[in-house]
């Protein structure tokens, strides 16, 4: 299951920076400024999560349970609903999509809780 997190968080990795090509060289035209920076902004999330969930990858090494199993799912749903939120509606501005965007950001928050209370309901008596 580590595999499949270091995978998703490097193939989010590369997305990001295509995606974040692509708005700084084809959209930035064809965008207002605040869609910009709403893209921009789902480029940068993506970023910092897809090392998170790199991280992710490497802690369920060490901690293998289903605490770090499901702060890696929210991550990666965070991340869909979070960032791609964010471009869909910085593209299309349909404004249904911005009701989906703070559960994405819940997710990627519980994703880091999971994984707070994964790394330490797991303490062995000699790290206390």
């Given at each position: 299951?580590k595999?499949?997190?270091l995978?998703?968080?490097?193939?989010?990795?590369?997305?990001?920076?295509?995606?974040?090509?692509?708005?700084?060289?084809?959209?930035?035209?064809?965008?207002?400024e605040?869609?910009?920076?709403?893209?921009n902004?789902?480029?940068?999330?993506?970023?910092?999560?897809?090392?998170?969930l790199?991280?992710?990858?490497i802690?369920?090494?060490?901690?293998?349970?289903?605490?770090?199993?499901?702060?890696?799912?929210?991550?990666?749903?965070?991340?869909?609903?979070?960032?791609?939120?964010?471009?869909?509606y910085?593209?299309?501005?349909?404004?249904?999509?911005?009701?989906?965007?703070?559960?994405?950001?819940?997710?990627?928050?519980?994703?880091?809780?999971?994984?707070?209370w994964?790394?330490?309901?797991?303490?062995?008596?000699?790290?206390?």
């Amino acid at each position: 299951m580590k595999k499949n997190f270091l995978l998703h968080g490097a193939m989010f990795m590369a997305l990001a920076v295509a995606l974040g090509a692509v708005g700084s060289h084809a959209l930035s035209t064809q965008l207002t400024e605040k869609s910009m920076h709403l893209f921009n902004l789902g480029v940068n999330y993506q970023v910092y999560h897809a090392i998170g969930l790199l991280t992710i990858g490497i802690v369920f090494s060490q901690f293998p349970n289903k605490k770090t199993l499901l702060a890696g799912w929210l991550m990666f749903a965070g991340i869909i609903s979070f960032s791609g939120g964010l471009y869909f509606y910085a593209i299309t501005q349909q404004e249904w999509v911005r009701s989906i965007i703070p559960v994405g950001g819940l997710l990627l928050i519980s994703s880091w809780l999971a994984l707070i209370w994964a790394i330490f309901s797991r303490q062995s008596d000699s790290d206390e």
